[in-house]
């Protein structure tokens, strides 16, 4: 009997000790991975050629979740189908937040393509006609970036009592060139290049056109809040993957690959301020 307990007693430990084995080898082997969301183009590019490759060495398997439109990327973060998305910046991430009754944070700002004034017609400023038209987007948001480009140029000046946020072809208050104010949806501001004397066109869908971004007679000095940035659910914004997001971003790697691939761009104030 003694014998028999023994021989069942060491097939206990073995099975036990197996059991442990597995775990281990399960657990030391997890893939990490994530999902993360941006908007064809530019932004889905820098996912995959400046964030993707830096998260991969921290041992993340990276899958980039492409979208055609600005409304999704938020729905699928909020319904978990993505762990994070990069196409947005801080006012239209609040806003849709808001109307949606959503939790989103913002994990950093990345680089952005600015506004652009594109002319087919004048090289600079200087070279401008007096009483030229120019196609400016349509939404408020859009519009009042523009109108404070034109004013940090000395094209025209706004009422200053009026948060430049907010303002819009009545807060103008002086135009020193008698510009002639033409609002058109933003995504059709690219192929108005071709018919009006000016074009002021976001970044996004300058790129989108092909356009290159360095043929502007005067890119935005864009303030930090019209950055795109990485976003998260609330929730989520103290877990491991959104702090490897965040040190991704700001690796020298995720610098270099910036300053050769996405020329034109307008980097952030803690990019710029760094060390």
Known sequence: MKRYMMIFLVFLVGMLAACGGETTTKEAGTSKTIKIGATAG??????????????EKKGYKVEVVEFSDYIQPNKALAEGSIDANLFQHKIYMETFAKQNNMQLSEVIVVPTAPMGVYSKK??????????????????????????????????????ASVDPLKASE?????NQKSLKFQPIEAAQLPRSVESVD???????????????????????KMPDLYRNRVVVNTKDLDKAFAKDLK?????????TIIDKEFKGFGKPEWMVNRK
């Open 170 to 174: 009545k807060d103008v208050t002086e």
């Open 198 to 220: 000016l074009a002021a066109v976001p970044g996004n869908f300058a790129l989108a056109a092909k356009m290159n971004l360095l043929d502007a007679i005067q890119l935005e």
């Open 42 to 55: 530019p932004y889905s590019d820098m996912v995959t050629k400046a964030i993707k490759p830096q998260l």
């Open 247 to 255: 040190e991704a971003v700001e690796s020298k790697e995720f610098d």
């Open 122 to 159: 004048f090289k600079s400023w200087k070279e401008v006609k007096d009483g030229s038209t120019i196609a400016i987007p349509n939404d408020p948001v859009n519009a009042a970036r523009t109108l404070t480009m034109l004013q940090s140029e000395g094209i025209i000046k706004l009422n």
